[in-house]
């Protein structure tokens, strides 16, 4: 496993790290049984994996509180990343739509506070604004909050996490402006690299680290999703229709030369294209078994790929039409 730093903060993380919303959630076509999710969590650790990434609201806690379970005797072991700023709590069932934001200092602080409970540790190293607009990124007061849980020891630094779905770029790049914003998580993948690459770009210039989800396009570079594949309604792929699943299947077979030219499949190229790139700290791949950690795992293995292939799939992806981002109204 190899280790890069996050941004400005000091902090080494893994290339590959444990997106942790899938053992909390059945938003991925399986419910992870608790045992099978602390399994997941100690292998992932045993292949170098010590960058695990959260958020308050995944099954209401219940991420968070199996990475405390797992890992209260080897806290500084690992790196912790959580999020918050959803009002989740009263609300009997979390859907894909959106609830009430809060980022008001009152709200932080209880929040924060019942995140160190469920986590079992006094602090967390990466702490993160959970899809913030961009009224949320230009308002000092939270950022000031922020800054004070920093000098009270309860947060090592924090993140802008855009969302949801792929977008967000103006809340990116003024994210970056802020002085203690050490990584800015977005959707980016080898078929959707927009905005990805500018935030990238600007994240070189700013010392910040680009966290990537996403990266497999929902199931289509690892073959789980194809033309036939039946998604139900609350499987977070369902967002994925019929036509752009046949468009991102023909761009695939545009990249398989290179892929097999390199000796590697389209999941292992998918990940090292992301790997590859300038900016990023880490990439978190949605896992749902202790066979697909160990298959991402092994992805990091120092191997990039050459720059003449990357310049190839620049020029492959330049050809490809645009699609909506999301954003901010007010940017619109």
Do not use: C
């Not at 602390?38 to 958020?55: H, P, Q, S, V």
């Not at 389209?266 to 700290?281: M, N, P, R, V």
């Amino acid at each position: 496993m190899k280790y890069k730093p996050l941004g400005k903060s000091g902090i080494k993380v893994s290339e590959i790290g444990f997106g942790a919303w899938t053992i909390a959630l059945n938003w991925w076509g399986k419910e992870i049984q608790e045992d099978e999710a602390k399994r997941m969590l100690k292998k992932a650790y045993d292949l170098g994996i010590n960058f695990f990434e959260t958020a308050d609201m995944y099954g209401k806690g219940k991420s968070e509180r199996l990475i405390g379970e797992v890992f209260k005797d080897m806290r500084n072991e690992v790196v912790i990343s959580t999020k918050y700023g959803y009002d989740f709590e009263g609300v009997e069932q979390i859907g894909h739509k959106e609830l009430t934001q809060r980022f008001d200092s009152e709200f932080t602080d209880h929040a924060l506070n019942k995140s160190l409970e469920r986590l079992q540790t006094n602090y967390v190293d990466v702490y993160g604004l959970h899809n913030p607009k961009l009224k949320h990124i230009r308002d000092d007061s939270i950022f000031q909050t922020l800054d004070k849980k920093i000098t009270e020891g309860k947060i090592k630094t924090y993140q802008a996490a855009l969302g949801p779905a792929i977008g967000w770029t103006h809340e990116g790049l003024e994210a970056m402006d802020r002085k203690n914003i050490s990584a800015v998580q977005t959707v980016y993948n080898i078929l959707e690299q927009t905005p990805g690459n500018e935030l990238l770009e600007n994240a070189v210039k700013k010392d910040v680290g680009i966290l990537v989800r996403v990266p497999d396009a929902s199931g289509i570079l690892t073959g789980k999703v194809d033309e036939n594949t039946k998604i139900d309604e609350k499987d977070h792929r369902s967002v994925r229709k019929g036509e752009w699943i046949r468009a991102s299947l023909k761009k695939v077979e545009q990249l398989r030369p290179i892929a097999e030219r390199n000796g590697l499949n389209i999941t292992q190229l998918a990940i090292k294209f992301i790997l590859s790139k300038k900016g990023i700290s880490s990439v978190f791949p949605t896992v749902i078994s202790v066979d697909e950690i160990e298959m991402f795992a092994s992805m990091s293995d120092g191997n990039y790929i050459p720059e003449s292939d990357m310049k190839e799939i620049d020029d492959v992806y330049n050809t490809w039409p645009s699609y909506e981002l999301k954003a901010t109204p007010q940017t619109v």
